[in-house]
């Protein structure tokens, strides 16, 4: 699922709704080790909060399932785990209770996030791994993008 990253970057995950998934795919590529520092799933709120630094106060205003949250996650995993990248998703893999699907997802540095919601519904289990081929897609491209930009 994951292409081999060409330049030396390290990575995280944190991970609500995928449940892992991101991680797994990115473990399952044969020399993960070179790159991949860890993953942390992170499935409620008060883990989000004292683990990746999410503030309560952008929960209230924003909602758990929100792209400032997400980007925070990123931005979260990245100290956690020292890295220079990570990935991060947050939402709601299936409707339930007036939800509908939406599942954000976010990549890129501590600096630097990018994020995009997800809203169509194929089931659950098929949204959960539309979620995460996305983000792996985007983290690549972004960092394809990043070698781009050092080599000039």
């Not at 991949?36 to 205003?61: C, N, S, T, W």
């Not at 996030?113 to 997800?118: A, D, G, I, Q, T």
Request: proline fraction near 1%.
């Amino acid at each position: 699922m994951m292409k081999e990253v060409k330049s030396f970057r390290t990575v995280a995950t944190a991970e609500s709704c995928t449940g892992g998934r991101i991680a797994a795919a990115i473990t399952a590529k044969s020399g993960a080790s070179r790159y991949f520092m860890g993953g942390l799933v992170a499935y409620q709120d008060e883990v989000k909060e004292r683990m990746l630094g999410v503030p309560h106060e952008m929960i209230e205003q924003y909602g758990v399932v929100s792209r400032q949250v997400a980007e925070q996650m990123v931005r979260g995993a990245c100290r956690l785990f020292g890295t220079e990248c990570a990935m991060a998703s947050t939402g709601y893999a299936e409707a339930w209770e007036g939800h509908q699907v939406e599942i954000w997802v976010a990549w890129g540095t501590e600096s630097e996030v990018h994020s995009m919601c997800l809203r169509e519904d194929f089931g659950r289990v098929k949204n959960v791994e539309v979620a995460t081929k996305y983000v792996l897609d985007k983290y690549m491209e972004f960092c394809e993008a990043l070698d781009k930009e050092r080599r000039r």
